[in-house]
C-alpha cells in the first residue's frame, strides 16, 4: 500500500477541523443546501455536533493519511462504527485528498487502508455520501465497488404571486 493511517491526536484534530469545517461548508453551498452566509456557521456546528469530545468521540475515528516513503501528510478520513443490531456497519464521514497529492493512487489505497481497519473493528459493510457536483469522487467510489443504495432529491419551490 501506498500509504498508512495515523490516528489524530488533539493537535492533528484542531488542523484537521482548520481544513474540514470550510470544505463541508463550501460542498454545502456548491449543493445548493446552504446559504453563503450561514454555511460556516452551520459546518462548525454540524461538527461539534457529531464529535462533542473532539478526536476521542466514541465509535468516531479519525486519521491521517501519510504517505508511506515520506511520511507526508496527504489527506484524512473520519469514519464512524455504528450497531444495527445484528451487525455492525462504518460510514466514511470525511476523506480527502488534499489537492497538491490527488492522482497518485493515494485515495484507493486509502480505501484499503480503512476497509481492513473497520473489518478489525467488526464492521461488515463500509458506507459514505457524496454530493451529485463532485464527479470524481462519484467515478472513484464506482471504480473501487461502492454502489448508489439511495439518492436524496430536491425540488425548488416557487409560489407564484
Request: with cysteine; hydrophobic share 35%.
Amino acid at each position: 500500500m501506498k500509504v498508512s493511517l495515523k490516528m489524530m491526536n488533539r493537535e492533528a484534530f484542531s488542523e484537521y477541523l482548520k481544513i474540514a469545517i470550510p470544505s463541508y461548508a463550501k460542498a454545502n453551498i456548491d449543493s445548493g443546501r446552504w446559504d453563503e452566509s450561514e454555511a460556516l456557521e452551520r459546518s462548525e456546528k454540524a461538527h461539534e455536533t457529531l464529535l462533542p469530545d473532539g478526536e476521542r468521540t466514541k465509535n468516531h475515528y479519525l486519521f491521517n493519511i501519510t504517505e508511506n516513503n515520506s511520511q507526508n501528510r496527504v489527506g484524512h478520513i473520519w469514519v464512524k462504527i455504528e450497531d444495527n443490531c445484528h451487525t455492525k456497519s462504518a460510514f466514511i464521514y470525511d476523506i480527502e485528498i488534499y489537492e497538491a497529492h490527488r492522482r497518485n493512487g493515494y485515495a484507493k489505497s486509502a480505501f484499503e487502508c480503512i476497509e481492513k481497519r473497520v473489518a478489525e473493528l467488526g464492521a461488515t459493510s463500509l458506507g459514505l455520501h457524496v454530493f451529485k457536483q463532485n464527479a470524481a469522487a462519484i467515478a472513484l467510489y464506482s471504480s473501487i465497488g461502492y454502489q448508489i443504495i439511495s439518492h436524496n432529491m430536491q425540488k425548488p419551490i416557487v409560489i407564484a404571486p
